[in-house]
């Protein structure tokens, strides 16, 4: 019984990660073939959330797999062996690839203003690229998202772990939400502009949107959704209700009272949406058998080739078939940049991952 459980348990978590990389992928698509229709434009703009969703699936994966290993010798050590392992060698890969993906944008660089130097791709190697404006996302396409995940590996076992009532994820995530809206992102600014003026406004919201502090509550609510009770729903249960009521009042009052950004009210309001999606995901069992499950096995991989893939796809079929913009540009990008993801996320998987993770088993055996 407890294998069967766990076999649905991860086709859930694979379904939530396919979901998350294709609607990043549309996104992206979407990026080089705009919309005619604002409306469906501004629908396709919510794809950029799919990383909030592979947060999710983080905390729920690492919940689950502490668990599992509880009576682990060495547990935070071989805990670390491993979270490094799978995200650092394929990451150090695409680090060569920007020049690469410069060449398909054709477009102004606006992540690294001064330009990308040594020390830019030194901090992105060591995964500290997070904490500053210009190296945030400017080495590796959408590196940002890898930024956060390694920071968050880093602080679970120290921190998020030691939180033993489930109520606290809940209430923690929302300290961390207010202190990131009223003391952090004011400071920040202040902080920016008096001493690093070369840094527009639009790098710095980014930066603010993108670093650990505003997306961490997402973690804490996937490690909330870890332990809650599968019968449990918004209406049925006060624990949920009155809180989610209660932040999203605040949140509108920091930004009536205290002129805060008005788009940390709108971030709130998705990733409430985004727990609510993946709290009812999980009770319908559309995991079994899935097509989509089956491409949340590779996303890492689809995720960090996506960008490049999604350019060249773009550019080939400008210059081959002119299709410059529109419905049917995007949709020819799209069924031909999936499979070609995918294909790369099983070649990586057989050359790669796979030799990388025999040989990480084998120094966990060896550690006592």
């Not at 994966?61 to 392992?85: A, G, P, Q």
């Not at 020049?99 to 130097?117: D, N, R, S």
């Not at 999936?338 to 550690?367: D, F, G, H, M």
């Amino acid at each position: 019984m407890e294998t069967g459980n766990q076999a649905s348990r991860d086709a859930y978590y694979d379904l939530i990660r396919g979901i998350a990389v294709l609607v990043i992928l549309q996104a992206h698509a979407r990026e080089i073939y705009p919309f005619q229709s604002d409306f469906i434009q501004t629908i396709s703009l919510f794809g950029r959330f799919g990383v909030q969703l592979f947060y999710f699936v983080s905390a729920l994966t690492m919940c689950l797999i502490w668990n599992k290993r509880s009576d682990e010798n060495r547990k935070v050590e071989k805990f670390y062996i491993r979270r490094f392992f799978r995200i650092a060698p394929l990451f150090w890969l695409v680090i060569p690839l920007m020049p690469l993906y410069l060449y398909f944008t054709h477009q102004p660089y606006m992540w690294a203003p001064e330009g990308i130097h040594t020390v830019h791709i030194v901090l992105t190697a060591l995964f500290l690229h997070g904490f500053w404006p210009d190296t945030i996302n400017s080495v590796v396409p959408g590196g940002w998202s890898i930024a956060v995940e390694m920071t968050f590996y880093f602080l679970f076992p120290l921190v998020f772990v030691k939180i033993r009532r489930r109520d606290f994820y809940l209430w923690f995530a929302m300290i961390i939400f207010f202190f990131n809206v009223l003391f952090f992102q004011p400071w920040a600014r202040q902080f920016f502009h008096e001493h690093a003026p070369q840094f527009d406004l639009p790098l710095i919201n980014e930066f603010l949107y993108c670093n650990f502090l505003n997306q961490c509550p997402v973690f804490l609510l996937g490690c909330y959704l870890f332990y809650s009770d599968r019968k449990e729903t918004l209406f049925n249960s006060r624990t949920i209700l009155l809180p989610f009521l209660l932040w999203i009042g605040g949140a509108v009052l920091c930004w009536y009272i205290w002129d805060c950004d008005w788009r940390n009210v709108e971030f709130l309001t998705v990733f409430l949406c985004l727990y609510l999606f993946v709290d009812n995901l999980r009770k319908t069992g559309l995991a079994e058998s899935s097509i989509i499950s089956n491409i949340g096995e590779y996303t890492y991989v689809i995720y960090l080739a996506n960008l490049f893939v999604i350019r060249a796809v773009g550019l080939f079929l400008a210059r081959v078939l002119a299709l410059q913009s529109g419905v049917l540009g995007f949709f020819v990008t799209l069924l031909i940049s999936v499979p070609i993801c995918y294909l790369i996320a099983l070649i990586a998987r057989a050359v790669i991952e796979r030799p990388i993770q025999n040989r990480v088993n084998s120094l966990i055996r060896r550690l006592a």
